[in-house]
């Protein structure tokens, strides 16, 4: 498969898996897809950046997506910069620690 491929495909996941990204103001961009490595970085911002649940949301992503996209192995969420960067970087940072978020599985 392509690196367009995969990137079509996580673009895909992201829009109808994880539709609460765009829906509460938010927004994702694929930075990156490595087909050999089977690798995929993706950057949410928006709304996402001040939002308390972010941290799951991330992680949440990051084992969901390989599981839906034949040839993906492995993904890093991170926050997006510039002008849709962090408006709460030290609230997301502090809740991104906090063990009562460990095992949270959001609905999607």
């Given at each position: 498969?392509?690196?367009?491929g995969?990137e079509r ?11 609460q ?8 961009e694929?930075?990156h897809v490595?087909?050999?490595a089977?690798t995929?970085?993706?950057?949410i911002?928006?709304a996402?950046s001040?939002c308390?649940?972010?941290p799951?949301?991330m ?11 034949d ?5 890093e969420v991170v ?9 709460m970087?030290?609230?997301t ?8 978020y460990?095992?949270?599985s959001?609905?999607?």
């Open positions: 498969m392509s690196a367009e995969l495909q996580t673009r895909s996941f992201l829009s109808n898996e994880v539709p990204i765009q829906q509460h103001g938010g927004n994702f694929i930075r490595d087909e050999e089977g995929a970085t993706v950057a911002g928006g996402c001040g308390g649940i972010a799951m949301t992680r949440a992503i990051e084992r969901r997506l390989p599981e839906s996209v040839g993906l192995e492995d993904v926050r997006a910069g510039g002008p849709r960067a962090a408006v970087p030290s609230k940072d502090e809740m991104d620690e906090m063990d009562e460990e095992d949270y959001p609905p999607f």
